[in-house]
Nanobody, 114 residues
Framework: VQLQASGGGLVQPGGSLKLSCAASGNIAFINTMGWYRQAPGKQRELVAQITSTVRKNYADSVEGRFIISRNNAKSMVYLQMNKLKPEDTAVYYC?????????WGQGTQVTVSS
């Protein structure tokens, strides 16, 4: 299973970015898809996840600003990030759960700075 994330970059506070992640390989039975992030000196944390039944879960810090979605036909998951704050700066990792196994993408840097 390979996960390829894209869409990171530098954005000013209040701006928006959209992350995309494409899954390929032996990807039958994808269950949950999601995004995690890790800021320097901090542990990796859940940002948002979406189940196969389209139930969504968000971290409190991003609720109301970020929107997660998925396209099962394309095996892709997206994260629309709005009203970005400097504290959103981190490496963002795509995650998928196939049956009970976690798979991770390589990470994409998001920097929110003026």
């Amino acid at each position: 299973v390979q996960l390829q994330a894209s869409g990171g970059g530098l954005v000013q506070p209040g701006g928006s970015l959209k992350l995309s992640c494409a899954a390929s390989g032996n990807i039958a039975f994808i269950n949950t898809m999601g995004w995690y992030r890790q800021a320097p000196g901090k542990q990796r944390e859940l940002v948002a996840q979406i189940t196969s039944t389209v139930r969504k879960n968000y971290a409190d810090s991003v609720e109301g600003r970020f929107i997660i979605s998925r396209n099962n036909a394309k095996s892709m998951v997206y994260l629309q990030m709005n009203k970005l704050k400097p504290e959103d700066t981190a490496v963002y990792y795509c995650n998928v759960v196939i049956r009970t196994t976690d798979y991770w993408g390589q990470g994409t840097q998001v920097t929110v700075s003026s």
